[in-house]
């Protein structure tokens, strides 16, 4: 696919979710610009550039001062911040975007940032804006904040010299400003790993290359090598990719939150040099490597591609989150251990899956679980097959189980080779009748009453899910989920996108939230009177069981917010005693005589 075709494509999805919108009883109407941000914020996400995202239109004047937000993505810490400005111009053509345009739309969202900041504009603001939350974590967790970046997003092309942006910095702490124009997700998305940008070239980074001892590998799927990386070095490597230098194959379960480890920190701090003794060290895989000497004309590292630490994330942070808190550490005597594997398989499942193994041995030392290696699960694999073999009642539409991250995207890409095919799989199996694996964690965790477990965030929810799966109390009283249990968990997908839809048009914040809730009460007066195998039959919710929804998110999101008073509602959410206090609220009563055909007698 050509960039222009990938252009065409996306507005094409942005149109078919506008549409979409447009069709909703009651939504609001949405933006082109919104939709688009909400598209182009998902495809981060998915790629492991961001966390879970949300749009968030704010246009307005402050003072003198325009400011603006198009969405953001808090980490589920609130230590790490990404906020989006788009700038959407609706082309079905390549075109570029001036660095004064982009630099303007940033400065728009800088201001934003900065006023939120200084503690200025949540009081100028309508409470019922969908900004306002967000202004006011930003204004309570602002000091804590470990990493702040701003994303202008676009479907136009920027040069690429005039993609470097210097950081700002507001209130003691530094913004990283980027540029996501359709070339660059057209790049990711493509290659279909988001480490094929990581570039780190040791001649820039550490002066030299890195001293090694190279095992080429003679029949193996990989090369090999041992080397010794500066602690200097590796703390500006974290400093420069972040997370995204993280274990990409693991990053759903593993979150860099700047919590330093204390021996880690307590050594580089008082006995730099013994760093190396004391550390295991990392290990690295790359898809490429170019191999140099080193000054006594021994065999070095001069580059690597893509470049991901899948063991060692916490020694890679803390070194560089030490250095940040206690400005005098010196790291030049810090060496740090590190294995390196070359990958060299031509096929993406195969490199992955060595991915996901070399993850799982590598840190099997340590306090990481296997659930967090999961991708193989029988769990999963049951799924997905009864997915690629279970038609709708309609006998032509399918559900996806997207057991692999990106196996959606590559199933359309390989069987959609043509522009027909690639239409009628769209209509089969739409973006919305995908289910990802958090996306099952968050239905059946819901289903099992643990709302404050779901509203912790995709990623948390999903490895609490994994940690206790062997006793999930499957419908079907078997191991794993048979087929029944599979369309019992579509149709707890419906349930909740349907939900879902009802409460995004009817309030402006804490959609997440007042959906998970509404749905777990509905679960807490109703479950064994739902009758899932109708809602499967009929891959939709009755009129009547949609008002019932409408009418009950009314009382819950009344007692969400009276419970959580002066809280932040998403915070008080993930408590048990938020889901204790829902509990115990009186419902009307008349609510629950409802009568709709899913709700048996």
């Not at 005597?333 to 590598?362: F, G, H, M, N, T």
Request: hydrophobic share 40%; proline share 4%.
């Amino acid at each position: 696919m050509e960039l222009v075709d990938f252009l065409r494509q996306t507005n094409v999805e942005v149109r078919e979710l506008l549409n979409e919108r447009l069709e909703t009883p009651g939504e609001a109407y949405p933006y082109p610009e919104s939709v688009f941000t909400e598209v182009i914020m998902q495809h981060m996400y998915d790629v492991g550039m961001t966390f879970e995202p949300n749009v968030c239109h704010f246009d307005a004047k402050v003072g003198n001062a325009n400011v603006r937000l198009s969405g953001y993505a808090l980490s589920e810490d609130l230590d790490q911040l990404d906020l989006f400005v788009s700038l959407y111009a609706e082309t079905e053509d390549i075109i570029s975007v001036p660095a004064s345009e982009v630099t303007k739309v940033a400065e728009y969202c800088l201001r934003f940032l900065s006023k939120c900041a200084e503690q200025k504009l949540a009081s100028k603001m309508d409470d019922s804006s969908e900004a306002f939350p967000l202004a006011l974590t930003i204004q309570e967790v602002y000091s804590t904040l470990e990493q702040i970046r701003v994303y202008v997003l676009t479907d136009k092309v920027m040069n690429a010299k005039s993609k470097q942006f210097q950081s700002r910095v507001i209130q003691d702490k530094t913004i990283k400003l980027e540029v996501m124009d359709i070339e660059r997700l057209y790049r990711h998305l493509s290659e279909g790993k988001p480490r094929d940008e990581l570039i780190v070239d040791f001649e820039d980074v550490a002066g030299g290359p890195l001293p090694c001892v190279w095992v080429p590998g003679q029949v193996s799927e990989y090369d090999y090598a041992m080397t010794v990386i500066p602690g200097e070095t590796l703390r500006f490597i974290y400093d420069k990719f972040g997370p995204r230098i993280l274990e990409a194959n693991v990053r759903s379960f593993l979150s860099v939150t700047g919590k330093v480890n204390r021996g880690i920190r307590d050594t580089l701090r008082e006995e730099p040099e013994r760093f190396m003794a004391y550390n295991n060290g990392l290990v690295i895989v790359a898809d490429e490597v170019h191999l140099g000497k080193t000054a006594d004309g021994s065999p070095g590292i001069t580059w690597l591609k893509g470049m991901q630490i899948v063991n060692g994330g916490q020694t890679s942070a803390s070194l560089y989150f030490t250095k940040k808190k206690y400005g005098d550490v010196d790291l030049s005597s810090v060496r740090v251990p590190a294995k390196l594997i070359v990958l060299r398989s031509q096929e993406v499942q195969d490199e992955e899956a060595l991915i996901a193994d070399i993850s799982r041995y590598a840190n099997s030392q340590n306090s990481v679980k296997q659930s967090d290696f999961s991708a193989n699960h029988a769990l999963h694999v049951s799924l997905e097959n009864h997915a690629q073999s279970t038609y709708c009642p309609d006998g032509v539409g399918r559900w996806f189980y997207e057991r692999a991250a990106g196996s959606y995207k590559v199933m359309l890409e390989r069987e959609g080779t043509t522009p027909a095919k690639l239409k009628n799989l769209k209509v089969s199996m739409p973006p919305a009748r995908k289910i990802t694996k958090p996306d099952m964690a968050k239905y059946l965790n819901i289903w099992a009453l643990k709302p404050e477990v779901v509203s912790l965030g995709a990623q948390k929810n999903f490895q609490k899910f994994m940690d206790t799966v062997a006793s999930y109390d499957w419908d079907s009283g078997e191991g794993l989920p048979s087929l029944v249990d599979y369309k019992y968990l579509v149709a707890k997908a419906i349930f909740f996108k349907v939900s879902h839809k009802i409460i995004r048009s009817k309030y402006k914040a804490f959609q997440a939230n007042i959906t998970v809730y509404t749905i777990a009460v509905v679960c807490l007066k109703l479950k064994e009177k739902i009758n899932f195998n109708m809602i499967w039959e009929n891959q939709n919710l009755s009129h009547s069981l949609q008002l019932f929804i409408e009418k009950l998110s009314e009382e819950v999101h009344a007692s969400l917010h009276k419970s959580a008073d002066e809280r932040m509602l998403s915070e008080w959410a993930k408590k048990v005693e938020c889901w204790e206090s829902i509990q115990k609220t009186d419902f009307s009563s008349s609510l629950f005589s409802v009568e709709a055909p899913e709700i048996m007698d």
